[in-house]
Nanobody, 124 residues
Framework: QVQLVESGGGLVQPGGSLRLSCEAS????????IGWFRQVPGKEREGISC???????VYADSVKGRFTISRDGAKNSVYLQMNSVKTEDTAVYYC??????????????????WGQGTQVTISS
């Protein structure tokens, strides 16, 4: 069974850091683009980053310079390192997979497998 599971969310103060994990099972994530997305209540889902099967990375302007995406093939996992977090980073964060590349990563179109999400709350 194809599955993605996010973890690592929680409550963090502005300016702090945390790392989100996306663990894949039922498929080899090395051959997939893995994207991170976030959803704020009342707003559209936002693609924030993606790493392709060639390990090419892309970032939304809102997180560029603060977040870093990476993968560990041995663990079949992808990570999102979040630094210098802001209150506007508060959201449910999801990871999703698309075969080979990261096309449509800003919206998640053609990303066929999704995790259940993990809550990130940035607050003083």
């Amino acid at each position: 069974q194809v599955q993605l599971v996010e973890s690592g969310g929680g409550l963090v103060q502005p300016g702090g850091s945390l790392r989100l994990s996306c663990e894949a099972s039922g498929f080899t994530s090395d051959y997939y683009g893995i994207g991170w997305f976030r959803q704020v209540p009342g707003k559209e889902r936002e693609g924030i980053s993606c790493i392709s099967s060639k390990n090419i990375t892309v970032y939304a302007d809102s997180v560029k310079g603060r977040f870093t995406i990476s993968r560990d093939g041995a663990k079949n996992s992808v990570y999102l390192q979040m630094n210098s977090v802001k209150t506007e980073d508060t959201a449910v964060y999801y990871c999703a997979a698309r075969y080979m590349d990261c096309f449509h990563w800003r919206t998640g179109a053609d990303f066929g497998s999704w995790g259940q999400g993990t809550q990130v709350t940035i607050s003083s």
